[in-house]
Structure formats: structure tokens, C-alpha cells
């Protein structure tokens, strides 16, 4: 599946628009892909293809003190041991389910669109980066297969990379040529 700017785009922004989101996507540069997402997490690196993301917090005046808001500045040994990988069907549930807080599929009764509607829009989105991609996430909700997410729990974590927010959870996309993240924070 292809995917053009206008296809992904509109994605991105119906699904988590209505988040507090931190969806970006940079080149990869490093062989360890961790660097490059602290560079993500930095903003100081653009989307190669120019395409948008969202970023809530760009123009908020915590950032003047820390580029990384509302990340916590790591080191990338930290950001490493915070993450694991997972298959791309839990990668496509985990996008959905960082479209609002708690980090749920329920967040999905929201939308007027059905739910094969919004897998679509987050089959777009996993597209751009392509078959061969790595999915990788700081959220611990462990399914019956390693690598695997089960969103019937009640039972969940997070590894949180901000210090802020009482909680935030999102997803790395890593392909040979770039990275892309999609985070959600919020607070209770």
C-alpha cells in the first residue's frame, strides 16, 4: 500500500486531533535509531518528505527552558530500556488507541466513523514507512505472544519518557529512512 502526503496527512490529524499528540517524523541517520528519535524529541530535525505532523506543545513557553518538552531530556541508554518491539497489528491498535487518554480501543466510540473507517486511516499512517518497518512502544500491555499488545485487559503500563504528564504513551515507527512517532499525553 502506497500512501500520498494528503492521504497521510488527514489521517494524522483526524485520529489525534483531539489528543494532546507529539506526531512527528524525521530521517534516520543512525544505524542505532534511538539517537534519532531523541532528535525527534528535540525538534531539531524536520519531516523529510515536508509532510505535517502535530505538536501541541511547540509553542508552549516550557519549551524555552527544554527543546524536548514535554519529554524529559535522556539520555538514549534511558529512551532504549523504555521500549520493546511489537508486530504491526498491535502497532495499528496502538494508534487507535492513543487517540485519546487511558490508552484504550474504547477511545474509538468517539468518532462517527466505523471502526474498519478509522483502521484504514491507521493502516495510512503505517504505510508511509512502509513493509519493512520496525514498531516499537513504551506501553506494557502484554497479549499471549511476545511482541504483542492485548487491548481486552484492564491491566496496563507505561514506561513514561516525560516528566510532567501523568501519562504518555506512543509508538515508534522505525524504517530504514526514517522514524516517526506518535505520542499522547495527558493528566488526571
Known amino acids: 500500500m502506497s500512501v500520498d502526503q494528503t492521504s497521510w496527512e ?10 494532546y499528540p507529539y506526531d512527528a517524523t524525521g530521517p534516520r541517520r543512525h ?21 505535517t505532523g502535530l505538536d ?14 514535554p519529554f524529559a531530556a535522556h539520555p538514549p541508554e534511558y529512551i ?9 497489528a498491535s502497532a495499528e ?4 488507541a492513543l487517540t485519546d487518554d487511558c490508552c484504550t480501543l474504547s477511545n474509538l466510540e468517539r468518532f462517527t466513523e466505523s471502526e474498519e473507517e478509522l ?3 491507521a493502516r495510512t499512517i503505517l504505510a508511509r514507512y512502509g513493509d519493512g ?12 505472544v511476545p511482541g504483542t499488545l492485548d487491548f481486552t485487559t484492564s491491566h496496563w503500563g507505561y514506561s513514561p519518557l516525560s516528566d510532567v504528564y501523568s501519562e504518555d504513551c506512543g509508538l515508534i515507527v522505525v524504517s530504514d529512512t526514517e522514524v516517526g ?6 493528566d488526571y
Open 10 to 19: 488527514a489521517a494524522v490529524r483526524h485520529l489525534f486531533e483531539d489528543a
Open 31 to 51: 544505524e542505532d535509531w534511538v539517537l534519532d528519535v531523541l532528535a525527534l524529541m528535540a525538534r531539531a530535525v524536520s519531516d523529510p518528505r515536508g509532510w
Open 56 to 69: 501541541d506543545a511547540a509553542q508552549l513557553p516550557e519549551r524555552e527552558g527544554s527543546p524536548t518538552y
Open 80 to 88: 532504549a530500556q523504555r521500549l520493546h518491539e511489537i508486530d504491526r
Open 93 to 96: 491498535n496502538l494508534l487507535l
Open 119 to 121: 483502521r484504514a486511516m
Open 133 to 144: 518497518a520496525t514498531y516499537h512502544t513504551n506501553v506494557s500491555r502484554p497479549g499471549p
Open 181 to 186: 512517532m506518535f505520542w499522547n499525553f495527558s
